[in-house]
């Protein structure tokens, strides 16, 4: 138990010492008026309190990836929980900072006019395309999960569960952003702190089982996965929301359209990779725990971490409590998949020059994006769920790279996003070269090495275009 409050403890301070830290980097302006003031239009820029904009923000992050990630990355052993603490408070919550304050700074804008700005057009046809292609993604990803879950908890066809919230998306993808996420987000927000809170208490207080039985110090550096799989860079692309998280850059604008003060961004953005962070280990030490071990979890898993939800959560917390936890993990991707789809059609509509403000635009623009992920669901989970493991990824490292340009475009401190960026790089290339299923298939030796000198030019290069250049291309900052 002492290794998991230590974790939640260090997790917590990173909010308050690096976080502030960050902020101080990046330099808020109290008295500049953020887009929502700006830009009000009744749908997608409207004002909301700092509460309710960081419980929105928390719930359109926290989708299946901080429960499935850390669930798959618990077969790694402890190792999992280190690179949680270490990558949401120098990596994932910076990611999530700087996409969400260059959003505020950029009258809202999205990520790939993000990228466009601080990186250059290439950057931004790029993330034009990438950006649509993840958000597709996660948007199937969190459709089949959870109607996956209710078909399980229910006994019903799974495709009924696709129907209604397909239904339910659409609408929540087209209406203003206040009169469905604003007004239920709340009461979703609840379910996850029963969730979170309910199971943490009832494993801590069980007779029948032990918090990370039999873990020692050592184990967080050793990798006890017992199908042979690779630590390095495995880990790193199978925990990614709860550590650092690509699908997070295009949530954050969402909520840069509704942050009414500058001061408001480190709780907001920050504070809701913290929340996230503090989710997935949660959701790690219950994998660990659960099942007594490293070769139980495998087995109780058996290949898909869903059975892992259904198991701890009806076995710690009983049949009604079960079914309350197990609802709140289906609301986490429900809110995640619906702001996808939302997110995506206002990309589209930065890309086409195309107001949102009437409702037959928004429907030009949902529909197909709809009719294509219904098509996307026809596909294996499994499949989609890899390569939205490295989509997601790819996007960001984009993101990391897009913030160290603009630190480094006004002489700022710029390693404390450069870093991150060269870290995150050499896993996706790595990983992407080495890989047998989705990659080259290159011995992991040669893969990293090649992910290390490709990084080093990469950077060698961003560093050389951009360093003291101000700024360029969109709106100017006052």
């Known amino acids: 138990m002492m290794w998991f409050l230590m974790c939640v403890g260090l997790l917590i301070g990173g909010y308050f010492f690096y976080g502030a830290f960050v902020e101080k980097v990046f330099g808020i302006n109290a008295q500049r008026q953020t887009p929502a003031f700006t830009k009000t239009d009744g749908v997608d820029f409207v004002p909301m309190s700092k509460g309710k904009v960081y419980l929105i923000q928390l719930l ?134 029963f969730m979170s809170i309910g199971l943490t208490i009832a494993i801590v207080v069980s007779s029948e089982h032990t918090l990370l039985p039999g873990f020692v110090a050592g184990d967080f550096l050793t990798n006890l996965n017992p199908n042979d799989m690779p630590l390095w860079p495995a880990l790193f692309i199978t925990i990614a929301c709860g550590a650092v998280s690509g699908f997070h850059a295009t949530q954050s604008p969402l909520m840069a359209r509704c942050v009414e003060n500058e001061s408001n961004g480190r709780f907001v953005f920050y504070g809701a990779m913290i929340g996230e962070g503090v989710i997935a280990l949660i959701w790690c030490a219950i994998a660990l725990s659960f099942f007594g071990g490293i070769e139980g979890l495998n087995e109780g898993m058996a290949g898909n971490p869903a059975n892992v939800v259904y198991e701890a959560s009806t076995g710690l917390l009983g049949a009604v409590g079960g079914f309350m936890a197990i609802l709140g993990v289906i609301v986490l991707p429900i809110t995640s998949g619906d702001t996808a789809f939302r997110s995506a059609r206002l990309i589209l509509s930065e890309f086409f020059k195309m107001p949102q403000t009437q409702l037959p635009k928004r429907l030009m623009l949902a529909i197909p994006l709809f009719i294509m992920g219904a098509i996307l669901t026809q596909v294996d989970f499994g499949v989609i769920w890899r390569y939205f493991g490295v989509a997601n990824q790819t996007t960001a490292v ?76 969109l709106a100017e900052e006052a």
């Not at 790694?76 to 120098?90: D, E, N």
């Not at 046809?125 to 209710?150: D, E, Q, R, T, Y």
């Not at 992991?444 to 000198?453: D, E, N, R």
């Open 398 to 473: 984009m993101m990391l790279w897009t913030a160290s340009a603009y630190l480094l475009r006004h002489n700022k401190f710029h390693w404390i996003c450069t870093v991150p960026a060269m870290f995150m790089t050499t896993v996706v290339i790595s990983f992407l070269l080495s890989s047998q299923t989705l990659g080259a298939g290159l011995p992991i030796t040669v893969s990293t090495i090649a992910g290390i000198v490709s990084t080093t030019v990469l950077a060698a290069l961003i560093i050389i275009k951009t360093k003291g250049k101000g700024e360029e291309g």
């Open 60 to 193: 359109n992050i926290a989708g299946v990836g901080p429960i499935f990630g850390p669930i798959l990355g618990a077969l790694y052993g402890p190792a999992a929980m280190l690179w949680i603490v270490l990558g949401c408070i120098f990596a994932g919550a910076v990611h999530d900072y700087f996409s969400g304050m260059l959003s505020v700074r950029n009258n809202g804008q999205s990520v790939p006019n993000l990228a466009g700005k601080y990186l250059g057009k290439g950057a931004k046809h790029f993330m034009n395309v990438f950006a649509i292609i993840l958000l597709l993604l996660v948007g199937v990803v969190f459709i089949s999960a959870p109607a996956g879950l209710l078909g399980k908890l229910t006994g019903w066809d799974v495709s009924i569960f696709l129907g209604v919230i397909f239904a339910y998306y659409l609408i929540a993808t087209i209406v203003p952003v206040d009169k469905i996420i604003g007004r239920l987000y709340p009461f979703f927000g609840a379910l996850l702190l």
